[in-house]
C-alpha cells in the first residue's frame, strides 16, 4: 500500500498504539480484523501546516489594514484563535511572519494581473487593472487586497529585506504591464498612480470624496 498507512493485525495494535494514531476502526475481512494506522507524526504536522496557515491569514489581514510594521505577535495570534506561547513553533520573529505575510499579498497582485486576457495591450491591461484596483471594493477590502497602501510609509523602520521583496514587486508588475521596453516608465507612473490613489481613498473611508478619487486616478490611467 502507497503512503503513511500500514495495515497491523491486532496483536500489534497494544505495542504500537504509543506511535501511532488511529485512523479507522478495525474491521473484519474474512474474520481477520484490521487496523489502519498512520504515524503520529504526520498528523501532527498536518496539523501544525494547518495552525501556521491560520497565523498567516491574520497576518495578511493585519498587514492590508495596518502595514506591517504596527500589528503585535498577540494582536495577530488572537486575531488566529491562538495563545501567543505556540507564535514561536511557526516563526522566528514578527519580522519573519509579517515578510511571509508581504511576499503572499504581494503574489496575488500579480497573480490575478496574470490572468487578464495576454491578446491585450499594455494599455489594455493597464486599464482593466486599475478599473478593479482602484474600486470601492478593493478600497474596502480586509483580505485578499493590496498591502502597499498601509506599508510605504514603514518600509524604513522595516528589515532591508521588504524594500527588496518590494523593489522585485514593483518590476515584475510594471514588466508585465508593458509591450515594449520603451513603455516602461508610464507603466511606472500608471502603478505609482493607482497604489498612491487607493491609498488615499482608503484614508478618507468611504467618504463621497475617497470615491471622487478612485474615479479620478482611474480615468488618469485610462
Known sequence: MNGPFVFLPPEKFATDRRREILLAKKYDENNISIIIFCPANVQMSDKKSKTRER???A??????????AEPSVSQVMGAAGLTVGGFYAHFDSKDELMLEAFRQLLGERRALLAQIDPSLDGAGRRALA???YLSRKHRDAEVHACP????????QRLPEVFREVLAEHIE??????VDRPEDADKALADLALMVGGLALARALGTS???????????????
Open 130 to 132: 486599475s478599473a478593479f
Open 55 to 57: 497565523i498567516l491569514e
Open 208 to 222: 463621497e470624496l475617497s470615491d471622487r478619487i478612485l474615479r479620478a486616478a482611474k480615468s488618469a490611467v485610462l
Open 59 to 68: 497576518a495578511r489581514s493585519a498587514l492590508i489594514q495596518h502595514g506591517p
Open 172 to 177: 515584475l508588475m510594471t514588466a508585465a504591464m
Open 148 to 155: 502597499l497602501p498601509n506599508s510605504l510609509g514603514e518600509m
